[in-house]
């Protein structure tokens, strides 16, 4: 059951990663942008937005590298041609944000079932994980009372001292030795 619903998934997508088959049915005409399609012109005719996202974070390394920003020395210049590729990436990182968010909304209507097994899936991962790093903080807890206990046995006086005003005198006085008494 999975499978195809996986398989669903991923027809629908159509579009979305290259070498992908379209699922049978109506398509748009070729050069009609799909509902993922940026403004008009703004992608190349055969790429997806994989592609694009892929493209632009690429650009966003190479105007850092590029020998035009090393030997310029137009600061400004430099500061708005990076601050160009980070905005395109980010605006092609929005974009395919928003077509997954969209497959989830499809996803969601059509079979909730599957939502809410990932949610529950989801939910026993998280549980398992917070069980651990429960069992982790015992685990150091334990040691750290042990290690409490050592140091409290170690640093223990064999007798209770005293408590009291005459509490030092008596200490001192305990610890003289006794007095002989003649025979």
């Known amino acids: 059951i999975q499978s195809g ?3 669903k998934m991923a027809s629908s997508m159509g579009g979305m990663f290259p070498g992908q088959q379209q699922p049978p049915g109506p398509h748009p005409p070729a050069g009609v942008p799909g ?13 997806t937005l994989v592609d694009d996202l892929e493209a632009s974070f690429e650009a966003c390394f190479a105007s850092l590298v590029s020998q035009d920003y090393v030997n310029g020395t137009d600061q400004e210049e430099i500061r708005t041609g990076v601050d160009q590729c980070i905005q395109k990436f980010l605006d092609v990182a929005r974009q ?7 497959k989830r909304l499809q996803l969601s209507v059509q ?5 809410e097994k990932e949610d529950i899936s989801e939910l026993r991962n998280e549980l398992q994980r917070k069980d651990m790093l429960i069992q982790k903080h015992l685990t150091k807890l334990h040691h ?4 409490l206990e050592d140091i409290s046995v170690q640093h223990k006086k064999p007798t209770e001292l005293p408590q009291g ?13 006794a007095p002989v008494k003649p025979n």
């Open 96 to 102: 395919t944000e928003c077509f997954f968010l969209q």
């Open 144 to 147: 750290w009372q042990q290690v």
């Open 165 to 177: 005003p005459l509490a030092f005198l008596e200490q001192a006085s305990a610890n003289l030795p």
């Open 111 to 115: 079979k909730p079932e599957q939502v």
């Open 5 to 7: 619903q996986t398989q």
């Open 35 to 47: 509902p993922l399609a940026g403004p008009p012109g703004s992608r190349a005719p055969n790429s």
